[in-house]
Nanobody, 122 residues
Framework: QLTESGGGSVQAGGSLRLSCAAS????????MTWFRQVPGKEREKVAS???????FYADSVTGRFVISKDNQGMTLYLQMNDLQPEDTAMYYC??????????????????WGQGTQVTVSS
């Protein structure tokens, strides 16, 4: 139901835009979130659209990444600028119904994509 694309290999300082195509409409009543995971580490929340609240960004990506979605609510984006080697990870999008707050655990998200790999070389 969610399909990520746009990953690839770039040099430090470069940019990529990830896309997450949904098979159904995910409007403002959903939490739409980007996560990333490095082998051997926990999956971490990177950026999120949470109902009508301001977007959430992890401290490590604030000022460099921008989360957005298209007007039809069918595609979620993550514009990643000034990429650094520490951004190397598998990136996943996830969705869950917004009930006044977004899930605080990974298990709270019921819909996940298969992931797209981002590799940043120095």
């Amino acid at each position: 139901q969610l399909t990520e694309s746009g990953g690839g290999s770039v040099q430090a300082g470069g940019s990529l835009r990830l896309s997450c195509a949904a098979s159904e409409y995910f409007g403002s009543r959903f939490c739409m979130t980007w996560f990333r995971q490095v082998p051997g580490k926990e999956r971490e929340k990177v950026a999120s659209l949470e109902g009508l609240s301001r977007p959430f960004y992890a401290d490590s990506v604030t000022g460099r990444f921008v989360i957005s979605k298209d007007n039809q609510g069918m595609t979620l984006y993550l514009q990643m600028n000034d990429l650094q080697p520490e951004d190397t990870a598998m990136y996943y999008c996830a969705a869950e119904e917004y009930l006044g707050y977004c899930p605080r655990t990974l298990g709270g998200y019921s819909v996940w994509g298969q992931g797209t790999q981002v590799t940043v070389s120095s």
